[in-house]
């Protein structure tokens, strides 16, 4: 994720080029890694916190790696990273966390505040990650004061979901959608204001551009008071917060939401009760997350183990099946059901793909603010 977007030849990489697996497939398969005496020899275990309501990862994941390594995950769920942000901060004083998995763009939030360190990216295989994952724009994403904090785990969009029965679109469907009062909607408090002042930006109706907010505050300032104005006149319309996949999910299922802006898992949960999931005119939202090794790890050698392994064919595409995403390592589509490529290729053809919007680089003061809007916005 770039400081707006990533240049179109690194982003289109992108679904099409992963999910059809044809130049990326055959032939650069990594080869099966050796794991260190270090990591056998010591504890045996790991302490990862993750995201909740992803059932596949402890199903099929953990024991795939553990069968493969001797390494048992132990697994603590959390439903946003705002959740992991606070639980680590805590796990500084009791060393209970060894490896976390946030979004690229919070990175450089962990590392001034303390909680991360850098990988030893001679005990990792750098180049089993498909191009522009691990090197470019995203190379330097992931990398805080010449150490790499992040290594990426799998990649995703969050975009419109809606019912094939009841959601009124614009023709293309736009982020207006959202806030048009003719759909009932299920958000996330931050990426509504961010689809809102994208949807201002895109109508003309903003003094400078929406990504100004993300590198000045002032600007942001100026910008998003905009946003939560024009939101908040339009909150009449949501019917369902969400922070996690289960919220978004209950939604639709239970309260009664026609459109939401959520996560591609989502959409592919919800395909087969009459839910679709479209990229809107100005652009789906594109996300990275990855693993990060918390400062005080203790089990670093099984963490360096546990990173390899997301990066090899069969744990990449374990992981991306789990959520529903796209996975990051060569040769890893080849293993994944064609029901997901199937899935995301409906969804996104060569326009859209070239429209991804990839959230960028968001620091501690923004995140600080970016909360502040996020409650004012549903405390109104």
């Known amino acids: 994720m770039g400081d707006d977007k990533m240049t179109k030849s690194k982003s289109t990489l992108s679904r099409r080029t992963f999910l059809q697996g044809s130049a ?18 010591s504890s045996g275990e790991l302490n990862f916190m993750g995201w909740a309501g992803y059932p596949a990862l402890a199903e099929k994941a953990f024991p795939a790696f553990e069968a493969k390594t001797g390494i048992k995950v132990n697994f603590v769920e959390q439903p946003g990273q705002d959740d992991m942000f606070a639980q680590a901060k805590l796990a500084l004083q009791t060393g209970s966390l060894d490896v976390v998995e946030p979004t690229v763009d919070r990175i450089g939030g962990w590392a001034s505040n303390g909680l991360v360190q850098g990988w030893d990216t001679s005990k990792l295989d750098m180049n089993a990650y498909l191009p522009g994952l691990a090197d470019g724009t995203m190379g330097e994403m992931a990398t805080v004061d010449g150490a790499r904090m992040i290594v990426l785990s799998v990649w995703g969009t969050e975009a419109l979901v809606y019912s094939k029965a009841d959601a009124k ?20 408090p931050h990426s509504a204001l961010a689809a809102m002042g994208r949807y201002l930006d895109a109508t003309g109706k903003l003094p400078r551009p929406w990504l100004d907010g993300y590198k000045d505050e002032a600007a942001m300032v100026e910008l998003w008071d905009i946003a939560l104005a024009e939101a908040i006149a339009a909150k009449g319309s949501i019917v369902q917060w969400w922070t996690g996949e289960n919220e978004a999910q209950a939604g639709f299922l239970t309260n009664g939401a026609t459109i939401g802006l959520c996560w591609d898992s989502t959409g592919f949960n919800l395909a087969s009760q009459g839910f679709g999931y479209a990229p809107p005119a100005e652009g789906a939202f594109a996300w990275n997350q990855g693993l990060a090794l918390m400062s005080n790890a203790v089990n670093v050698e099984q963490a360096h183990e546990f990173a390899k392994w997301l990066a090899t064919p069969e744990g990449s595409s374990i992981w991306a099946t789990a959520f529903a995403a796209n996975p990051v390592a060569k040769g890893a589509i080849d ?11 409906s969804a996104f053809n060569d326009e859209a793909l070239a429209k991804l919007w990839w959230w960028p680089a968001q620091e501690a003061w923004f995140i600080a603010k970016r909360g502040e809007y996020a409650d004012k916005f549903k405390a109104a």
């Open 24 to 41: 990326i497939g055959a032939g650069l398969l990594a080869a099966p890694a050796l794991v260190s005496k270090q990591a056998l020899a």
């Open 169 to 188: 679109l614009s023709t293309p469907p736009s982020l207006g959608d959202l806030f048009s009062g003719d759909n009932m909607a299920c958000v996330r």
């Open 335 to 345: 293993l994944m059901d064609p029901a997901i490529a199937e899935y995301y290729n």
